[in-house]
Protein backbone atom coordinates (compact mmCIF):
# COMPACT_ATOMS: atom_id res chain seq x y z
CA UNK A 1 0.00 0.00 0.00
CA UNK A 2 1.51 3.43 -1.39
CA UNK A 3 1.53 6.58 0.91
CA UNK A 4 0.57 8.10 -1.99
CA UNK A 5 -2.23 6.58 -4.18
CA UNK A 6 -2.10 6.67 -8.54
CA UNK A 7 -4.52 4.50 -10.91
CA UNK A 8 -2.88 1.37 -11.51
CA UNK A 9 -3.37 2.24 -15.39
CA UNK A 10 -4.52 4.62 -17.59
CA UNK A 11 -4.62 4.30 -21.98
CA UNK A 12 -5.60 6.73 -24.68
CA UNK A 13 -5.47 7.15 -28.39
CA UNK A 14 -2.47 8.89 -30.30
CA UNK A 15 -2.60 12.82 -30.13
CA UNK A 16 -4.85 13.07 -27.77
CA UNK A 17 -4.74 14.19 -23.46
CA UNK A 18 -4.61 12.34 -21.10
CA UNK A 19 -3.89 12.49 -16.83
CA UNK A 20 -2.35 10.46 -14.13
CA UNK A 21 -3.76 11.63 -10.75
CA UNK A 22 -1.80 10.76 -7.49
CA UNK A 23 -3.52 11.40 -4.45
CA UNK A 24 -2.48 11.64 -0.52
CA UNK A 25 -2.90 13.29 2.18
CA UNK A 26 -2.26 16.42 5.10
CA UNK A 27 1.23 15.05 5.83
CA UNK A 28 2.48 14.99 1.88
CA UNK A 29 1.19 16.95 -0.96
CA UNK A 30 -0.12 20.08 0.72
CA UNK A 31 2.48 21.38 1.97
CA UNK A 32 5.57 19.72 -0.14
CA UNK A 33 6.50 19.89 -3.59
CA UNK A 34 5.74 16.48 -5.92
CA UNK A 35 8.03 15.54 -8.36
CA UNK A 36 7.01 13.08 -11.13
CA UNK A 37 9.19 10.32 -13.00
CA UNK A 38 8.51 8.23 -16.27
CA UNK A 39 10.33 5.07 -16.61
CA UNK A 40 10.28 3.16 -19.65
CA UNK A 41 10.32 -0.44 -20.21
CA UNK A 42 14.08 -1.54 -19.06
CA UNK A 43 15.32 2.05 -18.19
CA UNK A 44 15.90 3.91 -15.10
CA UNK A 45 13.39 6.33 -14.33
CA UNK A 46 13.66 9.87 -15.28
CA UNK A 47 12.68 13.08 -13.81
CA UNK A 48 10.06 14.59 -15.18
CA UNK A 49 8.42 17.47 -13.28
CA UNK A 50 9.71 19.07 -10.04
CA UNK A 51 8.45 21.54 -7.81
CA UNK A 52 4.68 20.40 -8.45
CA UNK A 53 5.10 22.07 -12.35
CA UNK A 54 8.66 22.83 -13.42
CA UNK A 55 10.21 20.53 -16.36
CA UNK A 56 13.61 20.20 -16.29
CA UNK A 57 15.84 20.95 -19.24
CA UNK A 58 14.61 18.84 -22.20
CA UNK A 59 11.75 17.95 -21.05
CA UNK A 60 8.83 18.56 -23.92
CA UNK A 61 6.13 20.78 -22.74
CA UNK A 62 3.56 18.41 -23.51
CA UNK A 63 4.18 17.17 -20.35
CA UNK A 64 2.89 19.47 -17.23
CA UNK A 65 2.18 19.19 -13.42
CA UNK A 66 -0.20 20.78 -11.34
CA UNK A 67 -1.10 19.98 -7.43
CA UNK A 68 -4.72 20.87 -5.83
CA UNK A 69 -4.89 20.44 -1.96
CA UNK A 70 -4.24 17.15 -1.06
CA UNK A 71 -3.68 15.67 -4.76
CA UNK A 72 -1.55 16.37 -7.85
CA UNK A 73 -1.58 15.37 -11.58
CA UNK A 74 0.52 14.67 -14.47
CA UNK A 75 -1.13 15.53 -17.37
CA UNK A 76 0.14 14.42 -21.42
CA UNK A 77 -1.08 16.67 -24.46
CA UNK A 78 -0.42 14.97 -27.87
CA UNK A 79 0.16 11.82 -26.25
CA UNK A 80 2.64 9.36 -28.25
CA UNK A 81 3.72 5.42 -28.74
CA UNK A 82 7.07 6.66 -27.17
CA UNK A 83 5.25 7.58 -23.92
CA UNK A 84 4.19 4.03 -23.29
CA UNK A 85 5.69 3.37 -19.74
CA UNK A 86 4.89 3.38 -15.83
CA UNK A 87 4.80 7.05 -14.43
CA UNK A 88 5.62 7.86 -10.56
CA UNK A 89 4.81 10.76 -8.44
CA UNK A 90 6.67 11.32 -5.37
CA UNK A 91 6.67 13.97 -2.50
CA UNK A 92 8.02 14.29 1.27
CA UNK A 93 5.97 12.74 3.99
CA UNK A 94 5.96 14.30 7.24
CA UNK A 95 4.56 11.67 9.25
CA UNK A 96 7.22 9.15 7.25
CA UNK A 97 9.90 11.65 8.04
CA UNK A 98 11.45 10.87 4.19
CA UNK A 99 10.69 10.81 0.38
CA UNK A 100 7.57 8.79 -1.03
CA UNK A 101 6.66 7.45 -4.09
CA UNK A 102 2.80 6.21 -5.45
CA UNK A 103 2.49 2.65 -6.73
CA UNK A 104 2.68 3.56 -10.24
CA UNK A 105 0.64 4.22 -13.38
CA UNK A 106 0.94 1.77 -16.96
CA UNK A 107 0.56 4.61 -20.07
CA UNK A 108 -1.16 2.65 -22.81
CA UNK A 109 -1.19 4.68 -25.79
CA UNK A 110 -3.74 2.56 -28.10
CA UNK B 1 26.93 14.97 -19.25
CA UNK B 2 26.04 13.46 -15.63
CA UNK B 3 26.71 9.94 -15.17
CA UNK B 4 25.94 7.41 -12.23
CA UNK B 5 27.04 3.87 -12.70
CA UNK B 6 26.26 1.57 -10.15
CA UNK B 7 28.16 -1.69 -9.20
CA UNK B 8 28.26 -4.60 -6.20
CA UNK B 9 25.04 -6.22 -6.93
CA UNK B 10 24.52 -9.47 -7.03
CA UNK B 11 23.29 -12.96 -5.34
CA UNK B 12 23.68 -12.95 -0.95
CA UNK B 13 22.00 -15.82 1.09
CA UNK B 14 19.73 -14.28 3.72
CA UNK B 15 20.78 -13.13 6.60
CA UNK B 16 24.37 -11.85 4.51
CA UNK B 17 25.62 -8.77 3.76
CA UNK B 18 26.35 -6.74 0.39
CA UNK B 19 27.96 -3.51 -0.28
CA UNK B 20 27.03 -1.03 -3.49
CA UNK B 21 28.97 1.21 -4.83
CA UNK B 22 28.01 4.43 -7.44
CA UNK B 23 30.71 6.77 -8.64
CA UNK B 24 29.33 10.07 -9.89
CA UNK B 25 30.86 12.04 -12.72
CA UNK B 26 29.95 14.82 -15.03
CA UNK B 27 28.75 17.05 -12.25
CA UNK B 28 30.41 18.71 -8.65
CA UNK B 29 29.84 15.56 -6.79
CA UNK B 30 29.92 17.30 -3.46
CA UNK B 31 27.40 20.28 -4.36
CA UNK B 32 24.73 17.38 -4.58
CA UNK B 33 22.86 15.42 -1.98
CA UNK B 34 22.51 11.49 -3.11
CA UNK B 35 20.20 8.67 -2.10
CA UNK B 36 19.85 5.12 -3.10
CA UNK B 37 15.89 4.13 -4.44
CA UNK B 38 15.16 0.63 -4.85
CA UNK B 39 12.59 -0.87 -7.49
CA UNK B 40 11.40 -4.68 -6.29
CA UNK B 41 10.97 -6.53 -9.32
CA UNK B 42 7.74 -5.76 -10.94
CA UNK B 43 6.95 -3.12 -8.42
CA UNK B 44 7.14 0.26 -8.17
CA UNK B 45 9.84 2.67 -6.52
CA UNK B 46 10.80 2.98 -2.90
CA UNK B 47 13.32 5.44 -1.50
CA UNK B 48 15.90 3.43 0.72
CA UNK B 49 18.25 6.21 2.06
CA UNK B 50 20.15 10.11 1.26
CA UNK B 51 23.02 11.83 2.49
CA UNK B 52 23.62 15.58 2.65
CA UNK B 53 26.01 16.82 0.66
CA UNK B 54 29.07 16.99 3.06
CA UNK B 55 28.04 13.41 4.61
CA UNK B 56 26.78 14.75 8.27
CA UNK B 57 23.66 13.76 7.77
CA UNK B 58 22.02 10.64 6.96
CA UNK B 59 18.56 9.53 6.44
CA UNK B 60 17.03 5.97 5.90
CA UNK B 61 13.44 4.55 5.26
CA UNK B 62 12.08 2.42 8.23
CA UNK B 63 12.48 -0.74 6.46
CA UNK B 64 16.17 -0.37 6.20
CA UNK B 65 16.97 1.18 9.57
CA UNK B 66 19.74 -0.20 11.45
CA UNK B 67 20.98 -2.69 8.69
CA UNK B 68 21.94 -0.55 6.08
CA UNK B 69 24.71 2.48 6.23
CA UNK B 70 24.80 4.98 3.38
CA UNK B 71 27.68 6.94 3.21
CA UNK B 72 29.82 8.93 0.63
CA UNK B 73 33.90 9.79 -0.02
CA UNK B 74 33.57 13.38 -1.94
CA UNK B 75 37.00 12.87 -2.75
CA UNK B 76 36.45 9.89 -4.90
CA UNK B 77 33.05 11.04 -6.10
CA UNK B 78 31.34 7.91 -4.59
CA UNK B 79 28.20 6.81 -2.97
CA UNK B 80 28.03 3.43 -0.96
CA UNK B 81 25.02 1.40 0.78
CA UNK B 82 26.48 -1.29 2.92
CA UNK B 83 23.93 -3.55 3.42
CA UNK B 84 23.40 -6.01 6.54
CA UNK B 85 21.24 -8.84 7.16
CA UNK B 86 19.75 -9.01 4.24
CA UNK B 87 16.27 -10.56 3.73
CA UNK B 88 14.26 -11.87 0.71
CA UNK B 89 12.29 -8.25 1.06
CA UNK B 90 15.62 -6.75 0.28
CA UNK B 91 15.43 -8.15 -3.49
CA UNK B 92 15.33 -5.26 -5.68
CA UNK B 93 17.37 -2.92 -8.56
CA UNK B 94 18.52 -0.20 -6.64
CA UNK B 95 19.18 3.26 -8.53
CA UNK B 96 22.16 5.72 -6.76
CA UNK B 97 20.65 9.05 -7.65
CA UNK B 98 21.81 12.35 -7.08
CA UNK B 99 20.15 16.02 -6.69
CA UNK B 100 20.96 19.50 -6.49
CA UNK B 101 18.42 21.37 -4.76
CA UNK B 102 14.95 20.49 -3.15
CA UNK B 103 16.62 17.72 -0.04
CA UNK B 104 13.46 17.74 1.99
CA UNK B 105 11.38 16.70 -1.32
CA UNK B 106 11.14 13.82 -3.36
CA UNK B 107 12.92 14.83 -5.91
CA UNK B 108 15.67 12.88 -7.92
CA UNK B 109 17.21 14.68 -10.49
CA UNK B 110 20.41 11.87 -11.86
CA UNK B 111 19.50 8.40 -11.77
CA UNK B 112 22.13 5.45 -12.90
CA UNK B 113 20.93 2.41 -14.36
CA UNK B 114 20.71 0.25 -11.71
CA UNK B 115 22.22 -2.52 -9.90
CA UNK B 116 20.49 -6.05 -9.07
CA UNK B 117 20.50 -7.44 -5.35
CA UNK B 118 19.00 -10.88 -5.25
CA UNK B 119 18.61 -12.40 -1.72
CA UNK B 120 18.26 -15.97 -1.89
CA UNK B 121 19.59 -19.08 -0.62
Known amino acids: QSVLTQPPSVSETPGQRVTISCSGS????????VSWYQQLPGLAPKLLIY???QRPSGVPDRFSGSKSGTSASLAISGVRSEDEGDYYCAAWDDSLNGPVFGGGTKLTVL | EVQLVESGGGLVQPGGSLRLSCVGS????????MSWVRQAPGKGLQWVANVKQDGSQKYYADSVKGRFIISRDNAENSLSLQMNSLTADDTAVYFC??????????????WGQGTLVTVAS
Open chain 2, 97 to 110: TSSLYDFWSGRFDN
Open chain 1, 26 to 33: NSNIPTKY
Open chain 2, 26 to 33: GFIFSAHW
Open chain 1, 51 to 53: RND
